[in-house]
């Protein structure tokens, strides 16, 4: 249990258009979801919390209308990296942190298995 | 301020045990995570420590946690090449569900 999927998993595209990454948890519903970001050989660097049904909240220094983040359901959130440009190439990883009295276990987050995005 | 440090690499024999260490900052987190991550992969959940303990174990896997100097290591034992990987910290700050994650280290596992 505790799964959590990231779709595309590898996207390339060119300097100016935009690109959506899909998270979904699929045996557990979410209450919350985090978006990552990881540089190469570096740690990850959290980007904003979304919870379901309200606005993302984003980590100081990350641009709101350059990364859209929407949860529309329990089980799904989206980022959108609008205009991407090449300095936006990056992993960009996802958490989802269990439903509140529900399993598995709200003590942890669940990752996704990343998504890499290479911006031409 | 949130920085949580790491050893950048370590080196094992296969079969011996590694210990990676991790100094973290707010001493009220309630929670602390160790997570593997392979090349091009996500981040696995090894394990987790609530902060009023000071050790969990889990098969091959020790965790020690000293509050009073905020340092947190993972044991490994009888590491084999498989356990090859980035092993990242992370720590939940209080009152929140964010975690700060470590600088990673780097486990190289030699045959």
């Known amino acids: 249990g505790a799964v959590v999927s990231q779709h595309p998993s590898r996207v390339i595209c060119k300097s100016g258009t935009s690109v959506k990454i899909e998270c979904r948890s699929l045996d557990f519903q979410a209450t919350t979801m985090f978006w990552y970001r990881q540089f190469p050989k570096q740690s990850l660097m959290l980007m904003a919390t979304?919870?379901?049904?309200?606005?993302?909240?984003?980590e100081q220094g990350v641009e709101k209308d350059k990364f859209l983040i929407n949860h529309a359901s329990l089980t799904l959130s989206t980022l959108t990296v609008t205009s991407a440009h090449p300095e936006d190439s990056s992993f960009y990883i996802c958490s989802a942190r269990p439903r509140t009295g529900g399993e598995p276990s709200t003590d942890t987050q669940y990752f996704g298995p990343g998504t890499r995005l290479t911006v031409l | 301020g949130e920085d949580v440090e790491q050893s950048l690499f370590l080196s094992v024999r296969e079969g011996d045990s590694s210990v990676i260490n991790c100094t973290y900052t707010?001493?009220?987190?309630?929670?602390l995570y160790w997570y593997k991550q392979e090349p091009g992969a996500g981040l696995q959940l090894l394990t987790y420590i609530f902060s009023n303990m000071d050790m969990k174990q889990d098969q091959r896997l020790t965790v020690l946690l000293n509050k009073k100097d905020k340092h947190l290591s993972l044991r490994i034992a009888d590491t084999q090449t498989g356990d090859s990987a980035i092993y990242f910290c992370a720590e939940r700050l209080s009152g929140t569900y964010k975690y700060i994650f470590g600088t990673g280290t780097r486990l190289k596992v030699l045959a």
């Open positions: 979304s919870n379901e049904g309200s606005k993302a909240t984003y």
């Open positions: 707010d001493s009220s987190s309630t929670y």
